[in-house]
């Protein structure tokens, strides 16, 4: 036999006994995106590789040295989206959705990224991510932060918590990182190299930086808020009241500068700490200089992406294992006619009660092994169909996780009885 063959690094298979935890939090996150009025856009997994490095930033890891960039068979070259944002703004170009309009938009899907392969961070992972386009007032961003902070709140995950910074505009941006630039030109022998690659063209990033023998250096660094433009001042405070009015806390952080270049002014970041270095769950902000940068004309956006495994690592922590979800009715049958009647009877329970899930086994097998199957399965009910419930048109109802007696009824009272259970699931 050939060796079966395994998936890429970094690439995961999620299966069903996941499933719950997935649905869950798309189910919330999709229900509360549409209360505030967001609306879905699918965008192409594949972009040309000019959108990427014209956005997120040539001197970014991801740029730099995470992206599945390759030349098609046509010669052009194209990436895997590593993340959402900058798809999302070319698709609003390509197809005029900006043209003296507002967006509110929201967007899921697998994103790439060759890193490291460690838990919580793999090559291929999901994002669940949301896009205000033509805002540029406050509300905005204090709207998709409590936002967040209601998804956290409705999945019942408590232990995340949220820091924030302002970027300030590119224009007092450059000013602080002329500060930036004479700070680190004075401690030229402690930086590593791919700081002293981004010293000229991008200091900002070596905030950025993940290397611990990096973390002092960076610790007594000037810092950003010092350098804030008035405007951009009142912006911040601003978003801070009105996160304040609706009860969510956020610390300050000012050397937070997010892994991309395209942010201005709001940035933040949920954090936990209970999912080891990848702490990290999802974080956004402002970004008002990307829409132009991408051709279109000025338009200011704010938007955030949660990384999907972690908050459902988060999710798993709090509630377990969620296992495969079990039917509710598992049909049983015995002998070749009542196998044949029991297939045609499971199409009918499907139609007349449609919330119900209904599972057929191995019907070639013995009633025992059926029965067993049945069982274990986790079904709450088997329905039985032998030569008696032929010969009188019935079929035979077993409740499987009480002890109850069976019972035998036709159609129309089985289809009362399990549309009236009432733990059927809706
Ligand atoms: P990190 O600091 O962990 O590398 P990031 O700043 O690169 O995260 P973003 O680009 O802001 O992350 O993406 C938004 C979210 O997507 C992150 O908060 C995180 O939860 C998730 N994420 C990012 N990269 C990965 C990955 N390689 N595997 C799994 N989730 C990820
Ligand atoms: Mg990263």
């Known amino acids: 036999m050939a060796t079966p063959l395994q998936p890429v690094r970094g690439m995961n298979d999620i299966l069903p006994q996941d499933e719950a935890l997935w649905e869950k939090l798309e189910s919330t996150a999709e229900a509360l995106f549409r209360a505030y ?16 490095s014209r956005s997120i930033g040539e001197l970014t890891d991801i740029v730099e040295k995470e992206m599945y960039t390759f030349e098609d068979r046509g010669g052009d070259s194209v990436t895997l989206r590593p993340e959402a944002t900058a798809g999302v703004v070319r698709a609003c170009l390509s197809n005029g959705l900006l043209h003296n309009q507002q967006q509110k938009l929201w967007c899921s899907g697998p994103m790439f990224r060759r890193e490291k392969p460690q838990k919580g961070r793999y090559r291929q992972f999901h994002q669940l991510s949301v896009e205000a386009l033509g805002f540029d007032e406050p509300e905005i961003d204090a709207e998709l932060i409590v936002m967040s902070a209601r998804l956290w709140r409705e999945l019942g995950l408590d232990h995340v918590r949220l820091e924030m910074n302002s970027l300030g505009t590119p224009e007092s941006r450059a000013v602080y990182k002329d500060a930036l630039v004479r700070y680190f030109s004075r401690h030229l022998d402690a930086l590593d190299a791919d700081s002293l690659r981004r010293l000229e063209r991008n200091p900002l990033r070596i905030l950025d930086s993940k290397n611990p023998d990096m973390a002092e250096l960076i610790a007594g660094a000037p810092v950003l808020t ?25 610390e300050l952080n000012p050397r937070l500068v997010r892994g991309l270049d395209y942010y201005t002014r709001t940035v933040f970041e949920w954090l936990t700490d209970r999912l080891g270095a990848q702490s990290a769950v999802c974080s956004g902000g402002r970004y008002d200089g990307l829409v132009a940068q991408l051709g279109g004309r000025d338009t200011p956006a704010v938007g955030w992406a949660l990384g999907v495994e972690r908050i459902v690592e988060l999710l798993r922590l709090e509630e377990g294992d969620p296992g495969i979800r079990a039917p509710d009715v598992f ?93 059927r699931r809706e």
């Open 331 to 423: 049909i049983v049958s015995v002998g070749d006619a009542a196998r044949r009647a029991a297939f045609a009877a499971a199409e009918q329970l499907r139609s007349r009660v449609p919330a119900l899930t209904v599972s057929i086994g191995a019907p070639a097998a013995g009633f025992k092994a059926q029965m067993r199957r049945a069982d274990k399965s986790g079904a709450r009910y088997a329905v039985i169909i032998g030569d008696d419930e032929l010969a009188a048109g019935t079929l035979g109802l077993k409740p499987l996780r009480v002890d109850a007696p069976q019972q035998s009824l036709n159609l129309e009272q089985l289809v009362s009885q399990l549309s009236s259970a009432p733990e």
């Open 37 to 52: 009025g967001y609306h879905r856009i699918r965008i192409p997994v594949i972009e040309r590789t000019e959108l990427f």
């Open 226 to 250: 010092e350098h804030l433009d008035d405007a951009s001042r009142a912006h911040f405070e601003r978003v801070q009241q009105l996160l304040g009015d609706c009860g969510v806390e956020a």
